[in-house]
Structure formats: structure tokens, C-alpha cells
């Protein structure tokens, strides 16, 4: 079993639907927990990153913890056709940089207009 | 762009054959790391140098070895390459080793 599992998709929607991306994990040291969003041939781009159980709102962007299940949610409000790529998530047990981040295997989006 | 660099962009060569990656991290940053994504596998840390010292190893293979230099850029080499080495090879710099990580753009490496 792996220690972070995402559901890889694709995920397709209408333009101004709300996306919901998760992962479940297996590690219950994990502490850091991270989006980033990848789009096609480009390096992985931060989106959010989080540190306890709960909700974090950053524009269109929401993250959201769940500690005690081991689980974890990215919503996308309002999404966009440039939001079509590929979301990770990831997670470790020191900080958001810290080594061994532990990747899930990513999800593709594409948002159509 | 995240401004770290990595050379070459895509590489194509043969089984048995030994290459090596390059990075530039962010100005300032003193961590590097190094990734491998496939499609099978995702991204999986492969290890990390900070200030010119290895601080912390995954799933690296015993073929594969890296180092930073005093100007802070690393090289990831990779020897005896295998078909199931082709994959796409990240680094990614931050600021000390509890820091926001940023990635390259990547090396694409095609082993025939």
C-alpha cells in the first residue's frame, strides 16, 4: 500500500463548476500537507500548503484537513479553463520543504469552456 | 517560473550508458533535491543536499548518485542506465531545509 493514495482521474468539468481533489494517507506522522498543480512538461508549482486539521482559503483555492480520517481536500471554486493540469498533493512530517516530501500520484483536470 | 534551472531538457540515450543532470537552484537557496516522475510511480524524493552536504536520501538507486558544489547547482548522475530509468527528473531548491520547495522545469531522460 502506498503511503499517500490519489485518485488519478481525469477529472473532466464545465467551466464554473466547483472540483473536489483528494487523497488519503496511510502515515499518521504526516504533518505538512501541500497542493501543487502541474501543468503539461513543467515543474510541479506550489499551490497551498497547510499545517493543522481544518480549512485553509486562498482565492478560488480551498484546502482542508481532516487529521483524525487521513484525509485531505482541494476545492476549486469557479473553476477555469486555465486551470486544466495535473494536482498533487503531498506531505511529510517536518514543513512544507523539509525532505522526503511524499507525493500522491496525481490527478488530471481539465476544466472545458 | 519557479528560477531554478536544469539542463539539459531532454536527454535520449542507450542502456548502459551513464549521464548527468544538472541543477541551478533558486538564488539564495542552499537545499537542493532531486526527483524522479513516472507514470507508474509519480514523483518519488529521490535526495537532497543542503549547503553542500547530503542531508537526506529516498529511493535512490545505488547507480544513481549526486552532488552539490560550492557555487550551491547539483548534479544528479546517472550510470549502467536501464529502459525503466526513462523518466522525467526534477529538482527543486528552498531557502534552508524546512522551506517551501520550488521545482525546475525537468529533464525528460529517454533510455533506448
Known amino acids: 500500500q502506498k503511503e499517500v493514495e490519489q485518485d488519478p482521474g481525469p477529472l473532466s468539468v464545465p467551466e464554473g463548476a466547483i472540483v473536489s481533489l483528494n487523497c488519503t494517507y496511510s502515515?499518521?506522522?504526516?504533518?505538512?500537507f501541500m497542493w501543487y498543480r502541474q501543468y503539461s512538461r513543467k515543474g510541479p508549482e506550489l499551490l497551498m500548503y497547510?499545517?493543522s486539521s481544518g480549512n485553509k482559503e486562498d482565492g478560488r483555492f480551498t484546502a482542508q484537513v481532516d487529521k483524525s480520517s487521513k484525509y485531505i481536500s482541494l476545492f476549486i471554486r469557479d473553476s477555469q479553463p486555465s486551470d486544466s493540469a495535473t494536482y498533487l498533493c503531498?506531505?511529510?512530517?517536518w514543513g512544507t520543504g523539509a525532505n522526503n516530501l511524499f507525493f500522491g500520484t496525481g490527478t488530471r483536470l481539465t476544466v472545458i469552456p | 517560473d519557479s528560477g531554478v534551472t536544469q539542463t539539459p531538457k531532454h536527454l535520449i540515450t542507450a542502456t548502459g550508458q551513464r549521464v548527468t543532470l544538472r541543477c541551478s537552484p533558486r538564488?539564495?537557496?542552499?537545499?537542493v533535491y532531486w526527483y524522479q516522475q513516472s507514470l507508474d510511480q509519480g514523483l518519488q524524493f529521490l535526495i537532497q543536499?543542503?549547503?553542500?552536504?547530503?542531508?537526506a536520501k529516498g529511493n535512490i538507486l545505488e547507480r544513481f548518485s549526486a552532488q552539490q558544489f560550492p557555487d550551491l547547482h547539483s548534479e544528479l548522475n546517472l550510470s549502467s542506465l536501464e529502459l525503466g530509468d526513462s523518466a522525467l527528473y526534477f529538482c527543486?531548491?528552498?531557502?534552508?531545509?524546512?522551506?517551501?520547495?520550488?521545482f525546475g522545469p525537468g529533464t525528460r531522460l529517454t533510455v533506448l
Open positions: 543536499y543542503y549547503n553542500g552536504e547530503e542531508r
Open positions: 538564488s539564495g537557496d542552499l537545499s
Open positions: 497547510t499545517y
Open positions: 527543486a531548491s528552498s531557502a534552508g531545509d524546512v522551506d517551501t520547495q520550488y
Open positions: 503531498a506531505m511529510n512530517p
Open positions: 502515515n499518521s506522522a504526516f504533518q505538512y
